[in-house]
């Protein structure tokens, strides 16, 4: 069988993007295994670590923040590329299994959701000082003190962020990719995920990331910034109230320092007639974030459910499109 085949192949996209998207439904991230988010931010923190020890000067920290960026998105991308040159051939079983795995890291459904029940479960049985507990291995904001409105709110606003994030930002590159001869699924995934990474791990506009996470912050808000509204638009689309979620968003996200995660969880707020946005504490230091929505009800794990579906939707909806796309190609074009 020819090597290509099995990369180039549209019904064979298909399959790995079906087979991707069952495996993170299924298994999602098991903790005991090797993740390649795990080796990004390995890298990461090396390097970051010997930067802020040999540079001190604001240029210096800016151009060693730029080609980090540079080195670990292409390199994620390339490294990616030839883990799955290298096992298709072995065999094109092996091509399939690797772009599967390698894909399905990139994608964050399972995770999600298990991270939600994972604070609800305690949340519904009334175990406040559980649910904080374990709502503190997810967000960055202080648990100690959260009464259990301000718990559901951390979890529906985590959820409404990391949609763009962790689901369909990848999966938007991972079907990009998918129609890039040679290029395939996998390379555009992982290096939209190691943007994600940096970001998470440098991009924050305080010392001493200020400068070295500069280059990283811009060019992930830049990679997110399509993927998100057309995830705004899907969830408006989903809501039975299209005009009055995207009047919502267009009024309110904007207040957000975010260019990408107030639009997100406007969407979010507004489809669920819920408010999110207001008073956190990080480090004991409060922080004011704008409110996104009209407080029409309030936030209860029912809510947070229906925020899980609004999630799952947009996902499917994108694959299903995906699909029909790479259908329609292997029948007008075949071979």
């Given amino acids: 069988m020819n090597p290509d085949y099995i990369t180039l192949n549209s019904l064979n996209y298909s399959l790995i993007l079906v087979l991707a998207a069952t495996l993170d439904y299924l298994v999602g991230d098991p903790w005991a295994l090797p993740h390649p988010v795990q080796f990004m931010g390995w890298i990461i923190s090396r390097y970051t670590q010997f930067v802020l020890q040999k540079f001190s000067s604001k240029l210096a920290r800016r151009i060693a923040g730029i080609g980090l960026t540079i080195a670990l998105i292409f390199g994620s991308a390339i490294a990616g590329w030839s883990i799955v040159r290298g096992a298709i051939w072995l065999h094109p079983i092996w091509g399939l299994l690797a772009q599967t795995i390698l894909l399905a890291s990139c994608f964050a459904t399972r995770s999600l959701r298990a991270a939600a029940e994972d604070v609800l479960q305690p949340l519904i049985t009334g175990n406040l000082t559980e649910a904080r507990s374990k709502l503190s291995r997810y967000v ?23 949609t763009t994030d962790g689901v369909t930002a990848p999966l938007f590159y991972a079907i990009v990719g998918a129609f890039l001869p040679g290029i395939g699924s996998v390379p555009f995934a992982l290096a939209y995920k190691a943007a994600s990474t940096l970001d998470s791990m440098v991009g924050y506009t305080k010392e001493p990331y200020l400068d070295l996470g500069w280059s990283s912050a811009k060019l992930e808000d830049l990679l997110t910034w399509f993927p998100c509204r057309l995830t705004v638009l899907t969830i408006a ?81 994108w694959l299903g499109f995906a699909l029909v796309i790479f259908l329609a190609e292997s029948i007008w074009f075949p071979g």
């Fill in 237 to 317: 689309w989903r809501s039975p109230k299209f005009f009055q979620v995207w009047k919502l968003c267009l009024r309110d996200a904007k207040a957000d320092p975010s260019p990408n995660s107030g639009w997100s969880e406007c969407a979010f707020a507004a489809a669920l007639n819920v408010q999110l946005g207001g008073t956190n504490f990080y480090g004991g230091v409060l922080k004011y974030k704008p409110l996104l929505g009209e407080p029409k009800e309030s936030i209860t794990p029912a809510k947070i459910q229906q925020g899980l579906q609004l999630m799952r939707f947009c996902f499917l909806l």
């Fill in 140 to 162: 960055g904001r202080d648990t100690e003190n959260l009464d259990e409105g301000e718990v559901l709110r951390a979890v529906l606003e985590t959820i409404a962020e990391n």
